[in-house]
């Protein structure tokens, strides 16, 4: 099944690295002022999603739309689903419940990550969400990109060497790191003291390994150290 993209309305700055991972059969959703990117990216939306609080629905090719939850066309045969200002979850954490709803799998999270630290934590733990539904989820911005390691030994090359490992949700123990500058063979890092996890670098020309027996950690990786 095709990969979900779902834009955010936080900065983007280096529009030709996040167009970088971009696919041409990608799904693709803007939220709200998410749509701010559509030009840059260069890419169309296939569903628009939000609230309008934060974007002008003037854009959107003069459609008119007057129902919550209501879906129409814009000018570049886009789907649209507008919610209620008033409401319990974010723009983009309804986009993944739309998507999840209807069957995606496989999810790039872009414009994620700015300026509002509320919206970057939330968004972040979006990750988290979507790792608990057995999901495979990306999010990348200008520096860098972050996933979850969880169930499976995940595989890091040096391309971007510098990575993280950060505890988001209690307690995470058998962990272990190889080919990297600072190994570990079963750790444990705990939420409220990550410093550990904290400033590692894959061995030149050497894929790093990383594994977790109990719990769960975000990777970060970075493009600088």
């Not at 959703?29 to 628009?48: A, F, M, Q, S, T």
């Not at 209807?102 to 300026?115: I, K």
């Amino acid at each position: 099944m095709k990969r979900c993209v779902i834009v955010g309305g936080a900065p983007i700055e280096n529009y030709d690295r996040i167009k970088g991972y971009l696919r041409d059969d990608d799904f693709i959703i803007y939220c709200d002022c998410g749509l701010k990117h559509r030009e840059r990216l260069e890419v169309k939306p296939d569903l628009i999603v939000g609230d309008f609080d934060s974007y002008e629905k003037s854009k959107l090719g003069g459609i008119s739309i007057n129902m919550e939850n209501a879906t129409a066309t814009d000018e570049d045969s886009s789907e649209v689903i507008e919610l209620c200002p008033v409401k319990d979850d974010t723009d983009t954490s309804h986009a993944v419940t739309v998507a999840l709803e209807r069957g995606f799998a496989d999810f790039l999270l872009v414009g994620m990550t700015g300026r509002r630290m509320d919206h970057t934590l939330g968004n972040v733990y979006i990750l988290h969400r979507l790792d608990e539904l057995n999901k495979k989820a990306l999010m990348a911005d200008d520096y860098s990109e972050m996933s979850i390691v969880n169930r499976e030994t995940v595989s890091i090359d040096d391309s971007m060497p510098f990575f993280s490992l950060i505890n988001i949700t209690g307690k995470a123990s058998g962990i272990t790191i190889k080919n990297a500058k600072y190994p570990l063979e079963n750790g444990e890092i705990v939420q409220i003291h990550n410093d550990l996890g904290v400033s590692n670098e894959v061995l030149p020309g050497m894929m790093a390994s990383i594994s977790v027996k109990e719990g769960k950690l975000l990777l970060i990786r970075d493009i600088v150290g």
